[in-house]
């Protein structure tokens, strides 16, 4: 006798609470990131590229990142790669290090160039089903080498700033004034109130009255680079060696979690309001106790008599 399906429907498929947990486990507040690259430069030991990858990783774990652009001068160019920093000279691929960059290219051409051609030649040999299981399986290999290649590439012949952010999926938007556009940027997202966390990575103090309103309206605040008196106006505030090491990223759902308790607990507060009825006031003549009232009456007859005892009554006819 066959199982009924129901069962094996129940084993294949998930619990609905189960979904629902999952899904709400991820964080969806929009996060905006606005950076001033002239006020908070990252380490120079680190390429422009992982850095602003790493800060995206740090965003996205308080929201969804909705936008990140970054605003710089037309004139700023990257600082000269320090020689003596193991990242110059670590391959993407296999995660060995060299002490000389010569020796790192010619390990690159030799060992993974080859196996990189040799994987293309399997890919475009075969045919049909095999051939799109194939490159599926392979696909994480290939990007990794384009990638690995890309940064030595432009380790050879850096780019400009705006190149290497636009790589790294950052809106740069060049100006002379960056501290004043971002001024602007970070205005209208505020009064347009599309997101929910704003992280600044900037250390000028002299955006402090945007923390203040963003306060005001309810968004929260994170700031990079608090090295400045910047980050006191903020909700919370990282360093860059925080955000590089992966420490702003692993304490970012706790901070989440603060935020949203103190918001229910906002929302659940109990004041009390005082009716607005006038008062009623009890004035008291004499002494208070209400004995003279009781003694005299309106018609000076005493109070334990009616009013028809002191009428004549009428004789029954």
Same mark, same amino acid.
């Given at each position: 006798?066959?199982?009924?399906?129901? #069962?094996?429907?129940?084993?294949?498929?998930?619990?609905?609470?189960?979904?629902? %947990?999952?899904?709400?486990?991820?964080?969806?507040?929009?996060? &905006?990131?606005?950076?001033?690259?002239?006020?908070?430069?990252?380490?120079?030991?680190?390429?422009? @590229? +992982?850095?602003?990858?790493?800060?995206?990783?740090?965003?996205?774990?308080?929201?969804?990142?909705?936008?990140?652009?970054?605003?710089?001068?037309? $004139?700023?160019?990257?600082?000269?790669?320090?020689?003596?920093? +193991? &990242?110059? #000279?670590? $391959?993407?691929? $296999?995660?060995?290090?060299?002490?000389?960059?010569?020796?790192?290219?010619?390990?690159?051409?030799?060992?993974?160039?080859?196996?990189?051609?040799?994987?293309?030649?399997?890919? /475009?040999?075969?045919? =049909?089903?095999?051939?799109?299981?194939?490159?599926?399986?392979?696909?994480?290999?290939?990007?990794? @080498?384009?990638?690995?290649?890309?940064?030595?590439?432009?380790?050879? #012949?850096? =780019?400009?700033? *705006?190149?290497?952010?636009?790589?790294?999926?950052?809106?740069?938007?060049?100006?002379? @004034?960056?501290?004043?556009?971002? !001024?602007?940027?970070?205005?209208?997202?505020?009064?347009?109130?599309?997101?929910? $966390?704003?992280?600044?990575? %900037?250390?000028?103090?002299?955006?402090?009255?945007?923390?203040?309103? &963003?306060?005001?309206?309810?968004? !929260? %605040?994170?700031?990079?680079?608090?090295?400045?008196?910047?980050?006191?106006?903020?909700?919370?505030?990282?360093?860059?060696?925080?955000?590089? &090491?992966?420490? *702003?990223?692993?304490?970012?759902?706790?901070?989440?979690?603060?935020?949203?308790?103190?918001?229910?607990?906002?929302?659940?507060?109990?004041?009390?309001?005082?009716?607005?009825? /006038? +008062?009623?006031?009890?004035? /008291? +003549?004499?002494?208070?106790? =209400?004995?003279?009232?009781?003694?005299?009456? *309106? #018609?000076?007859?005493?109070?334990?008599?009616?009013?028809?005892?002191? /009428?004549?009554?009428?004789?029954?006819?």
């Amino acid at each position: 006798m066959s199982r009924p399906l129901y #069962n094996l429907r129940r084993r294949l498929l998930p619990s609905r609470s189960h979904r629902l %947990s999952t899904t709400s486990s991820t964080p969806a507040t929009p996060v &905006a990131v606005l950076w001033d690259l002239a006020a908070s430069r990252p380490p120079s030991k680190l390429p422009l @590229y +992982d850095s602003a990858v790493r800060l995206h990783l740090a965003a996205s774990s308080f929201g969804r990142l909705r936008f990140s652009a970054a605003f710089l001068h037309p $004139c700023h160019r990257l600082p000269a790669p320090d020689p003596s920093a +193991d &990242a110059t #000279n670590l $391959c993407r691929v $296999c995660g060995r290090r060299f002490r000389a960059r010569d020796a790192l290219l010619r390990h690159f051409d030799t060992i993974h160039t080859r196996e990189h051609a040799k994987r293309l030649e399997r890919i /475009e040999s075969s045919r =049909g089903d095999r051939r799109v299981r194939l490159a599926a399986s392979l696909s994480l290999k290939l990007s990794k @080498y384009s990638k690995a290649a890309r940064e030595l590439t432009a380790g050879v #012949n850096p =780019g400009s700033p *705006a190149d290497e952010l636009r790589r790294a999926r950052v809106h740069a938007e060049l100006s002379r @004034y960056p501290s004043t556009a971002l !001024r602007e940027r970070a205005q209208e997202v505020l009064d347009d109130g599309s997101v929910g $966390c704003l992280m600044l990575v %900037s250390g000028r103090e002299e955006l402090s009255p945007l923390l203040r309103l &963003a306060r005001e309206k309810g968004v !929260r %605040s994170v700031v990079v680079g608090g090295e400045s008196g910047l980050a006191r106006w903020a909700d919370t505030g990282f360093t860059w060696a925080e955000v590089i &090491a992966g420490k *702003a990223r692993k304490a970012a759902p706790s901070m989440s979690g603060k935020w949203r308790d103190r918001d229910v607990l906002k929302r659940l507060e109990w004041r009390y309001e005082g009716d607005e009825e /006038e +008062d009623v006031v009890f004035e /008291e +003549d004499g002494d208070g106790d =209400g004995s003279e009232e009781l003694a005299g009456s *309106a #018609n000076g007859k005493p109070w334990w008599k009616l009013e028809s005892d002191g /009428e004549d009554s009428s004789p029954c006819t």
